[in-house]
């Protein structure tokens, strides 16, 4: 042992040797800008000049230079444009107002002349050839003269209204590092990399507008004071007592910021900004915010700025930077700059978020377009962390006073589910999909949006969390600030992180580091037995069968829940290497009554209910929530009461649901109610479970039920999936078979007395991108065999598209189904309903089961479906046996929650209890709706109303047109 010890210093010594050799190798490059722009807001257009100086700390002599133009990516043709157009996607951008930049003179000092340069410009790299080769050493000096056409705020920056959030913006040198230029364009997936210099920015904009930027103002004001908000009193009477400063249309404000050792430059600008500002540590902390969202930020913001940069220093390294700036922007979320984030809320975790940034990429200035894990998996980790530290026991906190703020308070409240155990949910729910892929890899070349988000975020701010566990937090904080002080100012690369962990912790982590990065794999340990004996001196010997179900391998923390009550844990398991079963050994104090694997859940099992020892244990909460969450180490149980419910036949009905739930692995839910008056119980069971360890993507769902007049029961099993993780198309397959038993003791009208069994199976294919969306549906259906009481089978195809330009919405539904019978005919209830969707669908609704539940008003409640020709709720129809129809509706946004609807349906009916012989139907009215956007199967959470106000074939008696026609839904 000792031996093997003292060649493990050895080794470790020799890596040691090698890598500091080759940090004395290290360079990079290093720019100054020298800029002066002036915006024209009747133009939305910056023009500006730059004089750069370029110094070459390369051992290479260079022939050419690189330089981005970003906003070129802003046009029809761009690569970004095509990338997004592959995807059916425009990204926002605009064929009549492309974005660019436009070099109208590009002058290179050469000695004592200079050198007028007819650059290439590709996509958004421009080229220059040198006149002269610039040497290892050597200083390169040019000038442009350029003009930005600003775009209307697409993708972190633009113009909206009056405000200007810019950012990449200017023609920024394409850095140089050991690979080698890194000119690569503007793609639709993936980021930036930057060359660390010094920014002298001189801006002129009109008189009224305050700026924000990288740096500190070295010349000029910024607009600050004017608009600065005296916060010893409440805002609104700060307001009120304000007087409006009126400036001069002509006057321009000019204003220099001077930023070192930062590898960009972003500014903001608006007329309509609000200031605050306060200091920690000696770092100056500016908030500029829009007057109107003024509530939300006042005070609070820079509180928060106070307390993030404290976490940041304290558990990562030193804040080089004199100021930052949090600034109000148009972005949907938020984005990162040296010394300035731009954030669309006011949310404490997404200031912890964009802040972190100017730590993990600002300072540590990794490349984005290779390694985009290295800062926004590292600034995830920390801003979960900082959020669980700042508001125990969950994390949810910070967000405001505004109605977000206040949905997060109330989420807070139902919720069972911590920051961190949502985190770990949700990368246990991709990392067994099927679709993971290892995080190392160009961003640019990932298979969708959907896993450059996992890759680059969630995943890697996990491999974080696993290594703190793994190395505990003293340990982990040590070797990450040791990475810090080595590599900030600095290009690290995952290479250059491993080497500085190890370095740090004197410990080889290429295991650790090798399945996070370059695999795809998945971490699921099962305690399989475990048994126990007493030896002589009184302890007891614990043997545990330990089984790796999952792809990765972790030494493991051993927890032992001891007679006493109290806990104990012998040393970590460790003969994890190349071994998928093992029995551990150890000693325990006193007598073991249970044994958890993992119990402070650090490696991200994807399935816990296996790590201990006897029953997975519970938790309840009450189910305010529809989606409460799950507890990563115990099923959830959920209650909901049901205290007011009536029918006719039954009086009062309380009732009780129950739920048990775990993950996305298995969910049951069992609901009962009693009739008062009946003295009768009705209760409905459905088990749902995920079966991806077998094939990913595979659930399989059974039910039974005995309800008012009706018992059932079914299996079914679904298979879904798409090309790409989360995005489009998506494709669904399901099967299985169902058997219903309805009586005639009048509990509801919805269904005829007898027994049907179906088998039945359903493909759909859909697209939804954005404002645009469809799909395509086949099922088919037969009773078959001596279990039913018909003889039937049916085939449906159904068609649905969407679509929505600004206020104005349209939505398309066509559906074909026809039906072959035995003599017997259909059943009521499996025919097609005329006017909206099939008894099944009304069944569900307890309020829906008997037309006399709600006063006879349920032929007023509509659901899409069948034939869906709304307008003939009350005709008395019994239902078609086959059905072509289609509808077709329009909507205008009134308000952000209100959109005003006309619509239309019409179909060819043939139904021989109605009379139908491919009779023509059609209806049309207006209506209006309240909440979120409508679809056709009836599932979202709103409220509309509709009023057919036309037939083309009314009741006999009743006038074509008639305005008093309503239903809802």
């Known amino acids: 042992m000792k031996e093997v010890n003292l060649f493990s210093a050895f080794i470790l010594l020799l890596l040691l040797s090698i890598s500091l050799k080759a940090e004395e190798n290290y360079w990079q490059q290093w720019v100054h800008y020298g800029m002066e722009v002036s915006l024209d807001t009747a133009e939305h257009s910056l023009s500006g000049t730059s004089n750069i100086t370029y110094v070459n700390k390369s051992p290479d002599s260079l022939h050419r230079i690189y330089m981005h133009l970003y906003p070129n990516a802003f046009q029809v043709g761009s690569v970004k444009y095509r990338e997004y157009k592959r995807g059916h996607y425009s990204g926002g951008i605009s064929e009549d107002k492309p974005s660019f930049i436009r070099i109208d003179r590009f002058d290179i000092q050469n000695g004592d002349t200079t050198v007028p340069i007819e650059v290439k410009i590709d996509d958004t790299i421009l080229e220059a050839e040198l006149p002269s080769p610039l040497s290892p050493g050597d200083t390169l000096t040019f000038e442009l003269d350029w003009v930005h056409q600003v775009r209307e705020h697409n993708d972190r920056a633009g113009y909206k209204d009056d405000q200007y959030d810019f950012a990449q913006w200017y023609p920024k040198m394409v850095v140089y590092d050991k690979h080698g230029w890194q000119n690569i364009p503007f793609h639709a997936i993936g980021e930036f990399y930057g060359e660390f210099g010094t920014y002298d920015v001189k801006i002129d904009v009109p008189g009224g507008y305050i700026v924000g930027a990288s740096g500190v103002v070295t010349d000029g004001d910024p607009g600050w004071s004017a608009v600065a908000v005296d916060t010893s009193i409440e805002l609104d009477e700060w307001l009120e007592s304000r007087e409006e400063s009126t400036t001069d249309s002509a006057v321009r404000r000019l204003v220099t910021f001077h930023a070192e050792q930062v590898h960009d430059f972003a500014w903001i600008t608006s007329p309509n900004f609000l200031y605050e500002s306060g200091e920690w540590n000696g770092i100056d902390i500016h908030v500029l915010y829009d007057s109107e969202k003024g509530r939300d930020w006042t005070k609070e913001v820079v509180k928060r700025g106070e307390r993030v940069l404290e976490w940041l220093t304290t558990k990562f390294g030193e804040y080089p930077y004199p100021q930052v700036t949090i600034t109000h922007a148009m972005i949907g979320g938020g984005m990162e700059y040296p010394m300035l984030v731009m954030n669309g809320s006011s949310s404490e975790g997404l200031i912890a978020h964009e802040i ?43 967000s405001g006073n505004d109605l977000f703020g206040k949905m997060m308070f109330l989420q807070k409240l139902l919720t069972s589910n911590s920051l961190v155990e949502s985190a770990q949910w949700d990368v246990a729910r991709f990392v067994t999909s099927g679709y993971n ?166 490696i991200l099992d994807v399935d816990r209910r296996d790590n201990s020892s006897g029953f997975t244990p519970y938790r309840f909460t009450l189910q305010m929530n529809p989606t409460p969450g799950s507890p990563r180490e115990a099923y959830l149980i959920t209650a909901f009461p049901r205290l007011v419910w009536y029918h006719p036949l039954d009086g009062w009905k309380p009732g009780l649901s129950m739920g048990r739930s775990y993950g996305f692995w298995t969910s049951q839910v069992m609901s009962v109610s009693y009739g008062v008056q009946s003295q009768e119980f009705f209760w409905r069971f459905r088990s749902n479970h995920d079966l991806r360890s077998i094939l990913p993507g595979l659930k399989l769902k059974w039910r039974l039920s005995e309800l008012e007049g009706v018992r059932g029961a079914g299996i079914q099993a679904d298979y879904s999936g798409s090309k790409l993780y989360g995005y489009p198309p998506n494709y669904s397959f399901s099967g299985g078979y169902k058997i219903t038993v309805a009586d005639s003791t009048g509990y509801t009208d919805l269904y005829e007395a007898g027994k049907v069994g179906l088998l039945f199976g359903r493909f759909e294919a859909s697209v939804n991108l954005g404002d645009f969306g469809g799909g395509f549906s086949v099922d088919l259906a037969s009773s078959g065999g001596s279990v039913s009481d018909w003889d039937f089978s049916r085939l449906i195809v159904e068609t649905k598209l969407r679509g929505s330009w600004e206020k104005i919405g349209v939505a398309m539904r066509f559906l074909a189904g026809g039906t072959s019978y035995g003599e017997n005919g259909i059943p009521g209830q499996e025919k097609f309903t005329v006017q909206s969707a099939g008894a099944g669908d009304y069944f569900q609704w307890s309020h829906l089961r008997h037309r006399d539940i709600l006063n006879g008003f349920r032929d007023n409640f509509h659901i899409y479906g069948d034939a869906n020709l709304r307008g003939y709720y009350a005709h008395g129809f019994e239902g078609a046996e086959s059905i072509v129809t289609g509808s077709l509706e329009a909507s205008y946004k009134l308000l952000s929650f209100l959109k005003f609807r006309t619509f239309f349906d019409g179909g060819w009916l043939w139904s021989e209890s109605d009379g139908f012989e491919g009779d023509l139907l059609m209806d049309a009215g207006i209506g209006f709706s309240v909440g979120p956007d409508f679809n056709f199967n009836g599932s979202q959470i709103g409220f509309r109303i509709d009023f057919p106000f036309w037939l083309s074939e009314p009741m006999a008696g009743k006038e074509s047109i008639d305005l008093s026609r309503w239903v809802i839904g």
């Not at 030896?535 to 330990?546: F, K, M, Q, W």
């Open 356 to 398: 972190g940034h100017i730590w993990f990429y600002g300072i540590l200035g990794n490349n984005e377009h290779e390694e985009a894990w290295l800062d926004e998996g590292f600034t995830t980790f920390q801003t979960g962390w900082y959020m669980m530290n700042q508001y125990p026991p969950d994390g949810h906190g910070g």
């Open 437 to 602: 892929t290892p995080i190392a890899g160009s961003s640019r070349k990932s298979p969708g949006y959907s896993v450059y988000g996992y890759n680059a975020y969630s995943k890697p701010a996990m491999m974080l969390y696993n290594l703190r566990g793994y190395l505990g937090e003293e340990r982990f904080l040590s070797a990450m600030q040791s990475y810090y002080d080595q590599w900030k100012l600095k290009h690290p690369d995952e290479e250059r992180f491993r080497t500085a962990m190890r370095e740090a912790t004197g410990e080889d982590l290429d295991w650790f580091f090798d399945q996070w990065l370059h695999e795809a794999g998945y971490a699921d340990y099962a305690l399989t037995g475990w048994k126990s004996k007493r030896l002589a001196s009184g302890e007891y010997e614990v043997t545990a069968s330990i089984l790796n179900k999952g792809t990765m391998a972790y030494p493991l923390d051993v927890e032992v829940e001891l007679a006493n009550g109290e806990s104990y844990r012998p040393e970590r398991w460790t003969n994890f290497t190349n071994r998928w079963k093992d029995d551990y050994t150890f000693t325990v104090p006193v007598r073991p009554k249970r044994i958890t694997l993992d119990p402070d859940d650090w």
